[in-house]
């Protein structure tokens, strides 16, 4: 069986950064990568994986200006192509 996977990971970061954060959790570095590379690359090691889909917002002014969607496909463990589509 094949599935895909939502990452549910769209948020505009406005605690965090709020909080002292300098730029998107997604991107903070854990263990020399940032946090959203180590989650995808967790599910492209798995072969029933086809797709892994995420959301990077784009704000400005505390608003957000646009979405990013992002689609991974995955083929027996492996990337085979990265899609993105902007939403406004």
Known sequence: MRIAVIVPAAG?????TAAGGLRSKLDEDLGGKPVIQRTVE???K????AQITYGR????RGEVTKVRIHTVHTLSGHLCNLSTKTVH
């Open 12 to 16: 505009a970061s406005a605690r965090y």
């Open 42 to 44: 967790l599910f492209t």
């Open 46 to 49: 798995h072969d029933d994986v």
């Open 57 to 60: 917002v784009d704000a400005g």
